[in-house]
């Protein structure tokens, strides 16, 4: 008999992603946070006098998966051809005679927004956690590297030096301005509703406010203010949009790796299993930045999933059903893999091989000509103009011939007269670049462990 795995068709369900974060929008997990949102209703309207309190009771001894089954819902379903019918229809059989205050004054968007909120302040939870720790391996590597001399690229070519540090920092705060984009977001994300039909509460009476109070009390969530049928899908374009803005943060991170472990840099290299990991399977020698690829494929698709939540935003009147299908992929396709890719890359940072010898011989290599911006500046100070300093410069670099622009600038009969050979030396010293961005490191740093405790 085949393996059950083998009848599987989505890569998510059996090669990316985290079994823990799948389990988040497990059918059991959906049914079961429904259940809930039905018990709280009952129990609030308990509270008002409007369901008797036996009856709120016993709904809410039944509202669990051990009485309501999926299986249950779905042989409902394939009659009822409506989700939210059955899944109250089988709760009120679980419920016995209490059954016939199940879904009392609510609609079906009442249950499903109202437990789409639960999920997702789940979700949230998850995702902060795995900024939090992508930040902190980020900052404890900008740490151990604050005065590490790096040669910074611009346009691909040599720039000037940078740390590879502050780099790091760079990337940990980047990371950072999206836990607080996280948090600002949360309150706006986690809202349900139980207003009824089209949103007015009509269907509750004059109890319309307080029931709905009561029944997000009891689910530690707030209420849309002002709901149509559903809550408004401008909040959930905003969350996917966030998770694209994240996952653009994470390719860019892989993309740097990517790129420093090229064979003509090779300055670092993501962990590798030099016991057993193959990386071709023709050609032997080869260590592939395996992980950061991946983290960049599924960046890509990450982003792509923000477009449909925007589209559902026009809805026809109080509401339709054109965002609910796409809905039901979207958002747990992109949580997992916005999961998947940030607790990968916290792996790559983590084991990061970085080779401080090559890192140095880069500098080396530029013969000096990564440090013109601080000559340039000198000979400015010293009575040229700055014009005609960095047009000084740009000739002394495109010069054909061999020799340092140490040397090339010693000979120079400009250059010579505003500074002396020892000035010159000292200013083609990379050590001042990187003192500068040891220094910034440690500002952006002090700062973020002060934002990752809170």
Not at 159 to 166: D, E, L
């Amino acid at each position: 008999m085949a393996d059950e795995s083998s009848s599987l068709f989505c890569p998510l369900e059996f090669r990316y992603g985290r079994d823990s974060v799948r389990a988040l929008f497990s059918r059991g997990a959906r049914l079961e946070r429904a259940l809930r949102v039905e018990a709280a209703l009952a129990a609030a309207e308990a509270d008002l006098g409007l369901v008797p309190k036996d009856a709120a009771d016993a709904i809410d001894r039944a509202a669990h998966v051990a009485s309501v089954s999926v299986d249950r819902v779905d042989e409902l379903e394939r009659s009822l051809r409506h989700d939210v019918m059955a899944i109250s229809r089988a709760l009120a059989e679980a419920a016995g005679p209490a059954g016939r205050w199940v879904h009392f004054g609510a609609t079906s968007a009442d249950i499903t927004d109202t437990a789409l909120a639960l999920e997702l302040a789940e979700s949230l939870a998850v995702l902060r956690g795995d900024l939090t720790d992508l930040a902190k391996v980020l900052v404890d590597l900008a740490r151990r590297h604050r005065a590490t001399a790096e040669i910074g690229r611009t346009h691909g070519q040599h720039g000037v030096p940078i740390s590879f540090g502050y780099k790091v920092a760079v990337a940990a705060a980047e990371v950072m301005r999206h836990r607080e984009r996280l948090d600002e977001l949360r309150p706006r994300l986690a809202v349900g509703k139980m207003a009824g039909a089209v949103g007015t509460g009509a269907s509750f009476g004059r109890h319309a406010s307080e029931v709905e109070s009561r029944v997000m009390q009891k689910l530690g969530i707030a209420a849309d203010e002002a709901p149509t049928q559903i809550v408004g899908r401008d909040r959930v374009a905003e969350f996917t949009n966030l998770l694209a803005l994240i996952a653009g943060t994470a390719e860019r991170l892989g993309t740097e790796v990517r790129n420093l472990q090229r064979t003509e840099i090779a300055e670092v290299q993501e962990p590798f299993d030099e016991a057993r990991q193959v990386g071709s399977s023709t050609m032997a020698q080869k260590r592939n930045p395996l992980v950061s690829e991946n983290v960049t494929s599924l960046a890509r698709l990450v982003r792509a999933f923000a477009l449909p939540p925007l589209e559902n935003m026009a809805q026809w009147h109080e509401r339709d059903l054109s965002n609910s299908a796409n809905e039901r992929i979207v958002l747990p396709h992109a949580i997992v893999l916005t999961d998947d890719l940030l607790t990968k890359l916290t792996g790559v940072f983590s084991g990061l091989k970085v080779d401080v010898d090559r890192m140095a011989a880069e500098i080396d290599r530029s013969g000096g000509e990564a440090m013109t911006e601080s000559l340039m500046l000198a000979l400015t100070s010293g009575g040229l103009a700055r014009h005609d300093a960095h047009e000084l410069l740009r000739r002394l670099t495109h010069a054909t011939g061999t020799g340092s622009l140490a040397s090339r600038a010693k000979a120079d009969p400009t250059v010579r007269a505003l500074l002396s050979d020892e000035q010159i030396d000292t200013l083609l010293d990379p050590s001042s670049y990187v003192r500068a961005a040891a220094e910034k490191t440690d500002r952006v740093l002090a700062r973020l462990d002060r934002e990752i405790a809170r």
